[in-house]
């Protein structure tokens, strides 16, 4: 199992740039693959971006995203992170970091999840 862990959240003005971290514990966490989704209040949570065990793959949600967002992982701390640019009022939500042994599987229905951090953005 993996136990995983999000800091970095806050509120900030829409412009503004946050990097949210995913702390990872138990096994290797080089086992696995990384997702990061994000869920606003009375909406459903969705898919952000996504990372391989390695680091060499990554995914986004396009039509989320749009060349603002960066994940990337440091396999020496155990740590996956979401930079995030250029925020906008509409990436207001709680965003979690999830895992599982697939990129494929940690970007759609990842069986391990974190408690979420909040993301405020202020117009």
């Known amino acids: 199992q993996v136990q995983l862990v999000e800091s970095g959240g806050g509120l900030v003005q829409a412009g503004d740039s946050l990097r949210l971290s995913c702390a990872a514990s138990?096994?290797?966490?080089?086992?696995?693959?990384t997702g990061w989704f994000r869920q606003a209040p009375g909406k459903a949570r969705l898919f952000v971006a996504g990372?391989?065990?390695?680091?060499?793959?990554?995914?986004y949600a396009d039509a989320v995203v749009r060349g603002r967002f960066t994940i990337s992982r440091d396999t020496t701390n155990n740590t996956v992170y979401l930079q995030m640019n250029r925020l906008e009022p509409a990436d207001t939500a709680v965003y979690y970091c999830?895992?599982?042994?697939?990129?494929?599987?940690?970007?759609?229905?990842?069986?391990?999840w974190g408690q979420g951090t909040q993301v405020t953005v202020s117009s």
């Open positions: 990372i391989s065990g390695s680091g060499s793959i990554k995914r």
């Open positions: 138990g096994r290797s966490f080089r086992d696995y693959a």
């Open positions: 999830a895992a599982d042994g697939t990129l494929s599987k940690a970007t759609t229905s990842p069986d391990y």
